[in-house]
């Protein structure tokens, strides 16, 4: 029962910029919040943005990030700008009641890979 399904992750450069995609259906689409989480090798899962009424950004992705929906296309997206070494991770796509913990979210997709090279 796929709910939520993610695509636009890569092997990119450091400074240069990518953009992630999440499409919503189903009980997914009819929650109130999508976020974006991330893990890198051996670390948790961490919170990266989340949108519900307006955005809301970790600390280490502000001003770089910027996460916008479309409601035509029941899309999220993640633009990111600047991409640094250190933001190489698998990105998740949440959907759920909102906020900056995983446990606010019942719905996750599949996980894309970002790769960051120097």
């Known amino acids: 029962q796929v709910q939520l399904v993610e695509s636009g992750g890569g092997l990119v450069q450091a400074g240069d910029s990518l953009r992630l995609s999440c499409a919503a259906s189903?009980?997914?689409?009819?929650?109130?919040?999508t976020a974006w989480f991330r893990q890198a090798p051996g670390k948790e899962r961490e919170f990266v943005a989340y949108?519900?009424?307006?955005?809301y950004y970790a600390d280490s992705v502000k001003g770089r990030f910027t996460i916008s929906r479309d409601n035509a296309k029941n899309t999220v997206y993640l633009q990111m700008n600047s991409l640094k070494p250190e933001d190489t991770a698998v990105y998740y796509c949440?959907?759920?009641?909102?906020?900056?913990?995983?446990?606010?979210?019942?719905?996750w997709g599949q996980g894309t890979q970002v790769t960051v090279s120097s």
């Open positions: 189903g009980r997914a689409f009819s929650t109130p919040a």
């Open positions: 949108i519900k009424y307006t955005p």
């Open positions: 949440a959907k759920g009641s909102g906020g900056s913990s995983r446990y606010g979210y019942e719905f």
